[in-house]
């Protein structure tokens, strides 16, 4: 696995494309939502996962932040870095690439474990707990990105 994660190349849909001529803001939380589809398999995460265990996840927060306006057709892959995690949740950035080497936009998300016959939240299995710790280990090295943590507001002086 490469560090940070870097998913699969996708391609920005003609049907994704809004009355401005550039990818529709909902369509950037697609793509990273595709591109976490791709790691959660290694966090042990399958598509299965919710079947046999009665378990899966929910984001709990989600921060975009919109570095550059994507169109129809462009090429891009979707960075996933694991930033924090404990026994029932998990802290996660991302960022989108265009293909030709810059930063379209950028995602940071909570990430809850439930029991949905509560539903609660809930501790993961220690399996998924272990992979969590390995890829931790593994993104250690990564530095805290610049974009992370930021909040909204209107700056008065």
């Known amino acids: 696995m490469t560090v940070p994660f870097r998913s699969s190349v996708m391609t920005v849909k003609p049907e994704w494309i809004d009355y401005n001529g550039h990818l529709n803001m909902a369509y ?5 939502d595709e591109a976490a ?3 959660y398999p ?18 709990a927060e989600f921060h975009l932040t919109y570095v550059r306006e994507l169109h129809v057709n462009d090429p891009v892959t979707v960075t996933f870095q694991l930033v924090d995690h404990d026994a029932k949740r998990f802290h996660s950035y991302q960022e989108i690439w265009h293909q030709d080497g810059w930063l379209a936009a950028c995602g940071e998300a909570m990430t809850l ?9 809930a501790p993961m299995p220690e ?4 992979n969590l710790r390995t890829m931790a280990q593994d993104h250690a090295s990564l530095p ?3 974009r992370m943590g930021a909040s ?3 700056r008065r002086r």
Not at 127 to 130: E, F, L, N, T, V
């Open 28 to 32: 950037y939380n697609v793509l990273f």
């Open 37 to 39: 589809d791709q790691v």
């Open 42 to 59: 290694l966090l042990g995460f399958g598509p299965d996962y919710h079947a046999k265990t009665g378990n899966t996840t929910y984001t």
């Open 113 to 121: 474990h439930v029991d949905q016959s509560g539903p609660r939240v």
């Open 127 to 130: 399996s998924i707990q272990d």
């Open 144 to 146: 805290r990105p610049d």
């Open 152 to 154: 909204i507001g209107i």
